[in-house]
């Protein structure tokens, strides 16, 4: 046998990939909301009051949106005028995969031409993988210095 995996590994992955093809598909109402989730493209104040609306037709989501809510006073209690504050539900969903809770993004608003100057977020999940289930919190992030200079020197 070539590869890392044991015989064991083998078998029960096939039995998981099969046991989710039995799955029933999502219906149409479910893709609906969980379109409409991630079309929610608003400041913090009014992102909040779309998701809680969302949330009473898919209460799945309501333990996120508390968190978000929580994630919202923390920051104006720090000062943060979080009524100027950009989210985007979808952000990240194709160049920060192996995160799975907050993400964020800080763009430069005097530069809109330039790409984050810092991006990152958290990644439980990876940790929890990776240290065989032991559950370790992480929050990562990169600064892009070649950024911070662009912008220090066309402003």
Known sequence: MIGLRSEEEIA??????????????LSAGQVE??????????T???ALEH??????????????V?????RCEA????GVDVATL??????GRTSMEYYDGFVFGFYPEARPDLPPVA???????????????????AVGGVIRPDILCAMETKL
């Open 44 to 46: 913090c104040v009014f």
């Open 12 to 25: 029960a992955r096939i039995a998981a990939l099969r046991e989710d093809a039995a799955e029933p598909p």
């Open 51 to 64: 998701l809680r609306d969302i949330a009473v037709d898919l209460p799945a989501i309501g333990d996120a």
């Open 66 to 70: 508390e968190r978000f809510a929580q």
């Open 119 to 137: 991006t990152g977020g958290r990644y439980d999940a990876l940790t929890q993988r990776l240290g065989q289930g032991a559950s370790i919190p």
């Open 33 to 42: 909301l969980i379109d409409s989730v991630l079309a929610v493209r608003e």
């Open 86 to 91: 950009d989210f985007e539900a979808s952000y």
């Open 75 to 78: 920051l104006s209690a720090r």
